[in-house]
Structures are given as C-alpha cells and as structure tokens.
C-alpha cells in the first residue's frame, strides 16, 4: 500500500495549459539565473544590502510563478473536484485550498 507522499509524488495536473508550461518554465529558468547570479555575489562578498534587494526579487519571480500555478489548479484541478459530485473529493478540494492559500500568502 502506498503511503500519502509517496501518492502525492505520482499526481499529475488535471490539465496544463502549454502556453502557461512554458511561461512557467521561462520563469523558472529566468529566477535559476537569478539565484546563480546571487552566489556569486556573496562569493565575491557584495554589499549586503545590494544582494537582499537581489532575494527579494527571486522572492517576488517565485511568488509570480506561484500565482501562474495557483491559477491553473484552480481553474482545473479544484474546479474538477467540485464538480464531481464526489462529497468527501469536494471537502478535500476546499481542505487543500485553504492549505495553500496560507502556504501561499506567507
């Protein structure tokens, strides 16, 4: 039997929009770059406050990805557990998005 993580790791989306994939993974590669740039400069001991500006803007790409990918799981995923008609998949939906709506707004 498996266990919760392990059936959490084989979910798949309802449905990813291609165009919102790739701006998701445009973003993502843009924000790897971005972290990147800010080893190097705590590596070459940049001014603090120089590299803090550069994590709140990682912080900030993140979270615009994050708003990319909330959107998508509502508009599929969530909409398709409510639509159901399945009780306890409804209450799990609404469960799950209030989870993240308080993982998400930290």
Do not use: F, W
């Amino acid at each position: 039997m498996e266990t919760e993580t392990e059936q959490d790791e084989l979910r798949h989306a309802a449905h990813v929009e291609p165009e919102l994939k790739e701006q998701a993974l445009a973003r993502l590669k843009r924000i790897e770059g971005q972290v990147r740039g800010l080893q190097r400069m705590v590596e070459e001991e940049r001014y603090c406050g120089e590299v803090l500006v550069q994590v709140a803007s990682v912080h900030e790409a993140l979270r615009g990805v994050g708003k990319l990918l909330m959107r998508n799981h509502l508009q599929h995923c969530i909409t398709d557990a409510l639509a159901s008609g399945d009780e306890r998949e409804r209450e799990d939906a609404y469960a799950e998005v209030l989870d993240l709506m308080y993982k998400h707004a930290r």
